[in-house]
């Protein structure tokens, strides 16, 4: 069983979890997505590189399945894995976040208007007009904003309270 009370603390550390390695994203055009990511984040992509092999097969559930791929390094050392599978012709998900199996990528920011506009030069839609700002409880004070990138991944910007 692995759930809240229980040893799972336990039995992840003694099943040798560590840290997050990397987050991955399929997208629609490898080129686009990495400009956007490149802009928005003032770093350069790497190890850009097409993916493919029978391991590569037998792990993902494609068979002769190639994937071009590349990296980008998020700030504070986690990697963004950013896939685009060749040979395939998958419909997106609908970008709201309320669907299961919908991830968002969080990240802080220093000065919200600044992080925001920036985000929205880059080619980022907006979610609500504008950033909020949490009125009470543990975290009062905060400035959020949710944005979508170009594949409709859900970007949410955070800015503790000064």
């Known amino acids: ?13 003694a ?11 399929t997208v629609v055009d490898l080129d686009r997505t990495v400009v956007f990511w490149e802009r ?7 190890d850009r590189r097409t993916l493919q092999g029978p391991q590569l097969a037998t792990m993902v559930g494609y068979e002769g399945i190639r994937i071009d791929s590349c990296w980008i390094d998020l700030p504070g050392g986690v990697a963004l894995e950013l896939l685009q599978y060749l040979d395939r012709d998958e419909a997106p998900y ?4 309320a669907h299961p199996g919908n991830v968002h990528v969080c990240l802080a920011v220093d ?16 979610v609500s007009e504008r950033p909020i700002e949490v009125s009470a409880g543990p975290r009062a004070g905060t400035r959020l904003a949710y944005l979508r990138d170009l594949d409709g991944v859900t970007l949410e910007l955070v800015q503790p309270p000064r």
Request: proline share 8%; glycine share 16%; hydrophobic share 40%.
């Open 1 to 13: 069983m692995c759930g809240p009370g229980d040893a799972s603390a336990t039995a992840s550390t």
């Open 15 to 25: 099943a040798g979890f560590g840290p997050v390695n990397h987050v991955g994203i």
């Open 111 to 126: 000065d919200m208007e600044a992080a925001h506009a920036h985000a929205l030069a880059c080619g980022a839609t907006p």
């Open 40 to 46: 928005l984040l003032g770093t350069a992509a790497r």
């Open 94 to 97: 609908d970008p709201g976040t």
